[in-house]
Every structure is written in structure tokens, then in C-alpha cells.
């Protein structure tokens, strides 16, 4: 399955990506805060399913999802709320089906289990670095795609993080090409705007945490260095198109087209040194 997520709000939109995961192991799951961007997404990788928050800034969710069937007549809709006096608004366009904040891991299973238009389930299945895809060399365990969006994939199986922020940290350790960082400067990156003291310390190492434990999940927790304070990323056990960029790779250099990570506004200054790079 493919599923879209969408929620202005970034703790809300982390709960409902960890519920869906839960919910729907094997499934793909594209997270977005802005609207437009989802949308943009959309045209060009259809998926099965949307979980849309109705309540938002700008754009709300009723429009997001009449556009969305406007593109995908039998995409199934489920709309997300903290309140129940949108929901006979939200039937006027026929969704797949209705949840209330907090979301949780059954109120998803069970929207699944009776979409309007039925899903062919992914299976569980084991972790993707057991499982080379065809034709996938057996000793690159983790591509890593930062031209336009930020992704990461285990043997061509995206890796979905627990929390949007620890992928988030996973990109900035990319961007330093194995440059060891402290929790501090990580810190810094995921919280522009809070001061650096023991909660934002703390938080950060959540997420850290976080990122960890995804990683090992996946059977590719090797490619992190971690040493008191500091921590990188072991570039020799990763195929990156941005390394690959910068060690001349002609199909990498053609392939990149002036967008970099644009999902994290900090990775706007590597990419202008890119594209002054191609220039």
C-alpha cells in the first residue's frame, strides 16, 4: 500500500505515521505538513490511500481531498479530527472513512480493514537488509536519495522512520559526509528557534535514539559512528547520489537538477555549492 499523511502539525503528524506503520506493516507511508506539497507529490506517484487532517492553515483538508479525487477518483480518504462537528462537511465528499484525535494504531486498523475501495495488503515481512531485491548488489545494504526529496531505501524498500525529526537528523548526518557532529549542533538543526539547554539536550537524544533504533531495525545501525559526544555516518557503506556528485559520478551529475533535501530548509546552502559545483 501507499498511503499519504498530512497533518500541519508535527507531533500530530509523527503519531499518525507511527499509528499507520503499526497499523499497516509493509506499507508505504509519504508524511507532508504543507498541503500544496502533498499535492505536488501526488501528481506524479499515485497511491492507495490519504489520511488527511481537515483542520489546517491555509489549505484544509476538505480541499486537499476534493483535488485528490479529482486525480485519483478511487483513492480512499480518511479524514483525521479533533472534532466531530466536521465530519457531515467531510461526508459530503464520500471519504473511505473517519478518525478522531489522538490517533491510534486500531482506529487505523480499522479504517483499513473496511476501505470503499479494498487494498491488496502488504504482508509483515523481515527486515529489508535480509531481503536483497533482484539485481541489487549484495554488499550496498542503504541508497540513499537527496536530489529533490530526502529518502532512504534498504535493497529499493523505502525505510520509514519512527519520528519525521529522526529522519530528519539521519539527512543532516548525510549532508555532513561523514563529519563527526555533537548533539549540540544536531540540536540545532531540528529546533532552530530553542535555546540549548537540558530539555532540547534531552529531546535531541530522543530522537537520536530514535533514529538508532530504526536503523537497527533494519539491520544497517553499521553505518553510524558514534563516540562519547559525537556522531557520523561511515560514507563507505552508502550509495548516495550527493557523494556520488561530488566524486564526479557523470549519470549523478546529470541527474541533479538544483534541488537538494528539499524537504529541510538548512540544506538550501549545500545546495547552491551544488549547483555552483555543476555550474
Known sequence: MKILALDDSELALEL???????AVPGAEVFPFNIPSELI???KGTSCDTAFLDIQMWGMNGLEVAKTLKDMYPRINIVFVTAYKKHAKKA?????????????TK??????????????ERIPAFMPAAQVPAAGMPADVKIHVQTFGNFDVFIYGKPLMFGRLKAKEAFAYLIDRKGSSVTTAEIASILW?????????????QVIISSMMKTLKDNGVNDIIIKQRNQIAVDKSKIKCDYYDFLDWDVAAVNAYAGEYMTNYSWAEMTAGELYMRKK
Open 106 to 119: 486500531e482506529s487505523v486498523l480499522c479504517e483499513i480493514e473496511n476501505l470503499r475501495y479494498p487494498v
Open 16 to 22: 499518525l505515521v507511527q499509528s499507520i506503520n503499526e
Open 192 to 204: 532552530e528557534d530553542k535555546a540549548y539547554d537540558r530539555s532540547t539536550q534531552n529531546q535531541t
Open 91 to 103: 461526508f459530503e465528499l464520500y471519504p473511505s472513512g473517519y478518525v478522531l484525535k489522538p490517533v
Open 40 to 42: 505536488e507529490f501526488a
